[in-house]
């Protein structure tokens, strides 16, 4: 029995030596992908960001694309021709966001043409800000032990209107600077309820003095359905990646072009 036993294990190991292959995956051979980020914020001008993705094994340094001629329209006969402010960098210098309007822009780049559109939807409160001390308990005992500080917890409250399908997208700046978080939720379990959303963050280590800072956008569902991609690739829109998160721009793989509306809030830790 033993023996029988022993032949057998031998044949099986055989066997899954030989269905064995070395495969390696090409990571460094993509093509450089065009890479739109655009805003159009409510009593805003637009900001597009252009750059070229890299690949796998290079620097995050993301060369910039100089001198596009982007024209920017609205859907009311408004256009213009942006600015580049800075490398890579362009702005309108006339139109601004205004909600309900939907914004389009359009550019040609290497023979391809690039476009996008996208409509400010309604505008949706933003009722409060609680930035307070972390219960280490009720955190599962989660975050650095090694960082100076305390923990913090953010929770942001605002009431979610019932007669009609909301996205939001809320980005957290400690001192001024983002923390590089991805928060987007919709209304699909809380549509018109009172909405308390916690940013989870297990390394928010704040002292006296620090600023957190959060901004909320009312999005439309393109832009939620980007971001939200995050979840499945787990890298950000410049990676070079063997899937690309969802975009709403034509004719580039990354990216995405936002109009949305803007509310600021801030607490200062004491």
Sequence with gaps: MKRAFTQTLILLLIFLSACTENIQLDLNSSNPQIVVEGSVPVDGKARISLTKSVNFDESNIFPTIRNAKITLNDNVGNSETLTETKSGIYTSNQIIGIVGRTYSISFTYNDKTISSSCKIPNTVKFDSLEVKEADRISFGGLGSSNKSGTLYTVKVKFNDPASETNYYRFI??????????????????????????????????????????????????????????????????????????????????????????????????N
């Design 172 to 269: 957290e700046y400690i001192n001024g600077s983002s923390t590089g978080n991805i928060y987007v939720y919709d209304d699909r379990i809380n549509s018109g309820k009172t909405n308390e959303k916690t940013l989870m963050n297990f390394n928010r280590y704040l002292e006296k003095g620090d600023v957190v800072m959060v901004e909320m956008q009312c999005i439309s569902q393109a832009i939620y359905e980007y971001f939200n991609s995050f979840g499945n690739v787990g890298m950000g829109a410049s990676s070079s990646t063997p899937a690309n998160p969802y975009t709403n721009i034509n004719g580039s793989q990354l990216g995405y072009f936002s109009a949305h509306t803007t509310e600021i809030k801030s607490v200062i830790i």
